[in-house]
């Protein structure tokens, strides 16, 4: 288990490092080209929102901006206008999802926020855990039907089964010395 959970801390350290990469590039583009910057962003594999000084959502890539609540209390979002940048994580256990933010100030005061969703611990280890199951459960059921293989024991083809080497009569040992 103790090596699952390195790897799961590598595999969300990696995403966690992917997603801050990306968001220094979304706030290149925003403080070169303004907001006009976001249309031209068709992927929609990292949720992106733009949040004023006071919290009103200005742009999000998968939500209508105009109907979102205000993100000023978001913890990331609070720390992003405080030091220039934040994270947070939430759970979502009903779905069985971790969501990573990333917020990032931009030069006009506004918040960068990019979101990445992936499966937690749990949703991944049974994501794992199916298929070698599988070739287990295949390994005993072809095991169970093949039987035994057929050999006997370590003999060559060659070697007739019987007791072993034959011992013919032995003749009594003949001492030198007479009684």
Not at 49 to 60: E, N
Not at 113 to 127: K, Y
Not at 146 to 152: A, L, M, Y
């Given at each position: 288990m103790c090596c699952w959970a390195?790897?799961?801390d590598n595999y969300v350290g990696r995403?966690?490092?992917s997603l801050r990469t990306e968001a220094a590039f979304v706030a290149q583009g925003l403080n070169t080209g303004g907001e006009d910057y976001l249309l031209g962003?068709?992927?929609?594999?990292?949720?992106?929102?733009?949040?004023?000084?006071?919290?009103?959502?200005?742009?999000?890539n998968t939500a209508d901006a105009g109907q979102m609540e205000n993100h000023l209390e978001r913890e990331e979002i609070q720390e992003a206008l405080s030091t220039g940048s934040g994270q947070s994580r939430r759970?979502?256990?009903t779905l069985s999802q971790e969501t990573f933010y990333y917020?990032?100030?931009l030069e006009n005061g506004m918040v960068l926020?990019?979101?990445?969703?992936?499966?937690?611990?749990?949703?991944?280890?049974?994501?794992v855990l199916q298929p070698a199951a599988m070739v287990v459960i295949a390994a005993l059921v072809l095991g169970a039907i093949?039987?035994?293989?057929?050999?006997?024991g370590h003999r060559g083809a060659h070697q007739q089964p019987g007791p072993?080497?034959?011992?013919?009569?032995?003749?009594?040992?003949?001492?030198?010395?007479?009684?």
């Open positions: 390195l790897f799961y995403a966690e490092q962003l068709t992927d929609r594999s990292r949720r992106i929102t733009l949040v004023d000084q006071d919290g009103t959502v200005r742009y999000d759970v979502s256990e917020a990032i100030l926020r990019l979101a990445a969703t992936q499966s937690s611990v749990w949703a991944l280890l049974l994501t093949s039987g035994p293989s057929g050999r006997q072993g080497p034959a011992r013919g009569r032995q003749k009594p040992m003949r001492s030198s010395r007479r009684c």
